[in-house]
């Protein structure tokens, strides 16, 4: 069993950053595959992106490619999510997500990660 919670969220104007962080306890951090999913109001949990046990491989949805970058510190038990050049579809609650195997094709169904954070809000103002 691994517990997330996730932090960062805010408001901030389009082509602006913010980072959000997703911190985990339980079992060993390592062992899990995590994932950033988000929501926006009216419409289906949405694949943003994942990263593997090691950190050295990553799979992105393509409308973030270039602007967000997932990342892993192990030794923190801890998952960021750097957000770039926001926009304003972009606005969603973002949840951090884990599981125990690694696969790309996957990654963007939300049903087969087993673990899930409680959500962080993400606003980007026009």
């Known amino acids: 069993q691994v517990q997330l919670v996730e932090s960062g969220g805010g408001l901030v104007q389009a082509g602006g950053s913010l980072r959000l962080s997703c911190s985990a306890s339980?079992?060993?951090?390592?062992?899990?595959?995590m994932g950033w999913f988000r929501q926006a109001p009216g419409k289906e949990r949405e694949f943003v992106a994942t990263?593997?046990?090691?950190?050295?491989?990553?799979y992105y949805v393509d409308s973030v490619k270039g602007r967000f970058t997932i990342s892993r510190d192990n030794a923190k038990n801890t998952v960021y999510l750097q957000m770039n050049s926001l926009k304003p579809e972009d606005t969603a609650v973002y949840y951090c997500?884990?599981?125990?195997?690694?696969?790309?094709?996957?990654?963007?169904?939300?049903?087969?990660?087993?673990?899930w954070g409680q959500g962080t809000q993400v606003t980007v103002s026009s």
């Open positions: 997500a884990a599981r125990t195997y690694y696969s790309r094709s996957r990654s963007t169904y939300a049903d087969t990660w087993d673990y």
């Open positions: 339980g079992r060993t951090f390592s062992s899990y595959v």
């Open positions: 990263i593997n046990w090691s950190g050295d491989s990553t």
